[in-house]
């Protein structure tokens, strides 16, 4: 029994330890206000140096005894001035002659220590002495519970606030106290195994005493974790499944021989494989949690890990191709531990159907699981269907005439939470009936309403998407049309005014020769509108190529022959990269622009020049001019314009086309004076030289 001795010795260091810092502690922060603190400080002093001396010389030793009997008494008088700090002056005494007989039987342990040195060598006269000792602590023991029953039960639910650490310390220390004398006169001896913790129970004990003493104490308590809670309770049911089997294996001790060790070892491993089968079933489990919370918690939920849990099912993206609705009904389904569930959704007409289902084989509900009427109450009630109650025949807001007859055939169904966002019912969710079954409670409905509320955002925000998606799709679509609108406006422009210039030069060779041309390039235009119209918006992006912008400048200058002076006041010729039809476009949008905004007999002036790092082609105008805010704020935007009945497309989709030639396209304007728009292209040469290096690594690679 040596590794017992050792453990008792570390044992008892530690008691001495933890008892000493838990005194200092007491007499340097204790609270100040307390009457019984320096008896607390001298009772843990008094048990620090019994441990001390315990593991010094051995828990044998008289010497021992002899602190021992000093802590005891420490600990009496400690609880007789727990009943003075609670204020209690009558019950003082009576209280104080019966902690003055615990005291004086406590005392007289030192006579039985005398004479257990005086009658060393005789076995029985020193059996005697240690049966007496023992009944005689044992009796001081219960004695001193009685007390400190008495004061807790006794004191006001503000002193018990106080009270409850010291008095759960104390209970602690003389529960462990009553078992090991119990033991010791039973059986005749000191009960090594205990021994060699006294010290440690000692340690535990101190902590919890010396944390009665914190100012803040009525406020503490002590709240284990659910999960920490649940596996202890179940490592206790798993401990306790063994031991009694193993008992029942030692006690077949009537059996003699090979039949003796042959039930014994089949006995065990029935044991071992009932345990595999029954103890890791879902039921046990949840036998086990809805007990725990029932008998160990004031609230059913641990509110912080659902809300952890039901965030990390939400917003769980792997790879389970889950949807987000079958992610809300386990969110819902996970609270109360229920297997499956159902999630109905909104048809048109008011009722619901069935949208999506978790775990729940075999649902088979009808096109309109609920009708518009039972949705409705729903919705306004916010009532949480209890199908049992419905079974029952119970009815709250009048949804019991409404309910659909599946949900009186389905026993699975067990609850139905609506889920409410800014009063609008998005969905229900139907939650199957959990293994341990249960009642619904105030609990359930309040978390639930809260959940179902959450869930509801969630899935609004989605249906939200959906709709801001499918919007953006038509959206598109109407975007390609104003941008074929305002081609085909610009084209019909340049038809009507070739028109009425027919009726008046119809009969001049030179006007019909340039007719001709205008409705042939007319014609190019409309055949290369319809070829565009499918890239629209798609960002395709056109071949680049090298072209003359001095030949693209005249070509958009003759277009507008006829119809508006365009005058070209330096072309010089500029071989640029880009897409040489889109320029064009871009340009007769800048071109129509700065016509609209001038007067009939004032030319729109395009010069073309280098730069020598890009392609320069600028129109302009002396026209209305802009505003600073338009040109910033609307002039890009599209669908706005400042002319009536414009599109508000021109420069925006200009800009876009020379963007995606690697180009930019700036603006000056001032009002009353006209604008400047600019159009730069990269030069052939600086494309060169730029893309070189790139097209030399692509080489190496």
Known sequence: MTWLANIGSVSFLLGALVSGLAALWIARSGAAERSDRW??????????????????????????????????????????????????????????????????????????????????????????????????RALTVVGALVLLHNLYVGAALSSRRILRWNAAALAGMWAFSLNFYTLSYLTGEVPVELQAIRGLAAAIIAVPFAVGFNSNAAGLEFRPSRTLTFRSLSLLVIGGYFML?????????????????????????????????????????????????????????????????????????????????ERAIKALADITDSPCGLLLLPEDDGALALGAQWNWPGADLPANAMDPDLAAILEREGLIIDFDEVRAGKDHHGELANMPDWS??????????????????????????????????????????????????????????????EASRFD?????????????????????????????????????KDMLVTLKNSADKLNLLLARLGRYGTGAREEMQQFDLAE?????????????????????????????????????????????????????????FSNGISGQCQVIDNGKGMSPAFVRNGLFKPFVSSKEGGFGIGAYEAREIIRAMDGRLDVESREGLGTRFAVSLPLRSAKAIYSGPKDLIEETV
């Open 39 to 136: 008896a607390a400080v001298a009772a843990l002093a008094l048990t620090a140096n019994w441990c001390f001396a315990a593991a010094s010389f051995g828990a044998e030793q008289p010497i021992v005894a002899l602190t021992e009997v000093a802590k005891n008494l420490a600990w009496i008088y400690v609880l007789l001035r727990l009943f003075a700090n609670d204020g209690r002056d009558e019950t003082l005494r009576l209280v104080r002659p019966a902690a003055i007989v615990l005291a004086l039987v406590e005392s007289f342990q030192i006579v039985l220590v005398m004479l257990a040195l005086r009658n060393a060598n005789a076995p029985s006269a020193a059996t005697l002495i240690f049966e007496t000792s023992a009944i005689l």
């Open 245 to 325: 089997m193993l008992l029942l294996a030692n006690s077949l001790d009537m059996l003699r021989g090979d039949i003796r060790a042959l039930t014994q070892v089949g006995l065990i491993l029935a044991a071992g494989a009932l345990a595999l089968i029954w103890l890791p079933s879902q039921r046990v489990r949840g036998w086990l949690r809805v007990t725990a919370v029932k008998h160990l918690f004031k609230h059913r939920y641990d509110y912080r890990n659902e809300w952890i849990r039901f965030t990390n099912t939400i917003g769980r993206t792997g790879f389970d191709e889950t949807t987000l609705q």
């Open 408 to 469: 009186f055939e389905e026993l699975r169904a067990w609850a139905a939470v609506p889920l409410l966002h800014f009063d609008r019912l998005v969905g229900v969710v139907i939650l199957a009936r959990p293994a341990i079954e249960r009642e619904l409670d105030w609990e359930d409905f309040d978390l639930l309403s809260i959940v179902g509320r959450q869930l509801a955002s969630y899935l609004a925000e989605q249906s939200g998407q959906a709709a801001l998606s």
């Open 476 to 512: 598109e679509f109407n975007r390609r049309m104003a941008f074929v609108m305002h081609d085909i406006k610009n084209l019909s422009s340049q038809m009507s005014l070739l028109l009425r210039n027919a009726e008046k030069h119809a009969d001049k060779p030179e006007f019909r």
């Open 552 to 608: 693209i400048s005249r070509e958009v200058a003759a277009r507008f022959e006829g119809s508006h002076p365009v005058r070209l006041a330096r072309c010089e010729a500029v071989e640029v990269v880009g897409d040489r039809e889109g320029l064009e476009q871009a340009l007769v949008h800048l071109v129509q622009n700065a016509i609209d905004a001038s007067d009939p007999d004032i030319p729109v002036m395009i010069e073309t």
